[in-house]
């Protein structure tokens, strides 16, 4: 079965600085997809940012990229110039690609803080 | 933007009473709908995937007579707390996809479910 790891519960930033949150998964696949979903007290969950693991380019998204480490198996976020309104739980997730499987696994997720 | 409605958002309700959760595509056609849980400053579990006109496919561990989920319609996927107990509040959230790709996976707001 697929995990993904995040080992850093609580994270916080100084806005317009720039911040990195980990991830790590654990696959036998080899093609699969990564996310990053931010989910703010509304609770609402949000897209961030989707990677395709047979691409070697880093997705990036505005302020926000990924470092993504097939052989490792690491994917992790960075946030630049940090705005108030980052702040969030962040969770790192990852899905199998192909057929009709598109079920997410989810980390246990990052709190993010901003600090003004 | 695709919508996904969640209703109610919020419930309370009496031990051993029965509640029903509904998550609606407002302006697509669902294929597939998912339902997670989430406990406090916790992941999202998946609980089950559900298929318009066939039976849902749960994920081990989630009991199908106490979590009961109808996708009758391509816009619409009911999640049934039966005989709800103390220990099955949480947050619950559903998410649907519409064809067969992650630019159309979306998430309903959620709905945080109390029981006395």
């Known amino acids: 079965a697929q995990t993904v790891t995040q080992s850093q519960p609580e994270m916080s930033v100084q806005e317009a600085e720039t911040v990195t949150l980990s991830c790590t998964y654990d696959?036998?696949?080899?093609?699969?997809?990564l996310f990053w979903y931010k989910q703010p007290p509304s609770r609402q969950m949000i897209l961030v940012i989707r990677q395709e693991a047979y691409k070697q380019q880093n997705a990036t998204e505005n302020r926000f990229s990924v470092n993504f480490q097939k052989a490792a198996k690491s994917f992790s976020l960075k946030i630049s110039d940090s705005q108030l309104g980052d702040a969030a739980m962040y969770f790192c997730a990852y899905s199998n690609s192909g057929g009709s499987n598109y079920k997410l696994t989810f980390g246990k997720g990052t709190l993010l803080t901003v600090n003004p | 933007g695709a919508v996904v409605s969640q209703h109610p958002s919020r419930v309370i309700c009496k031990s051993g009473t029965s509640v029903k959760i509904e998550c609606r595509s407002l302006d697509f056609q669902a294929t597939t709908m998912f339902w997670y849980r989430q406990f406090p400053k916790q992941s999202l579990m998946l609980m089950a995937t559900s298929n318009e006109g066939s039976k849902a496919t749960y994920e081990q561990g989630v009991e199908k007579d106490k979590f009961l989920i109808n996708h009758a319609s391509l816009t619409l996927s009911t999640l049934t707390v039966t005989s709800a107990h103390p220990e099955d509040s949480s947050f619950y959230i559903c998410?649907?996809?519409?064809?067969?790709?992650?630019?159309?996976?979306?998430f309903g707001s959620g709905t945080q479910l109390s029981v006395l």
């Open positions: 998410s649907a996809l519409t064809g067969a790709l992650f630019e159309k996976l979306f």
């Open positions: 696959t036998s696949e080899s093609d699969y997809y």
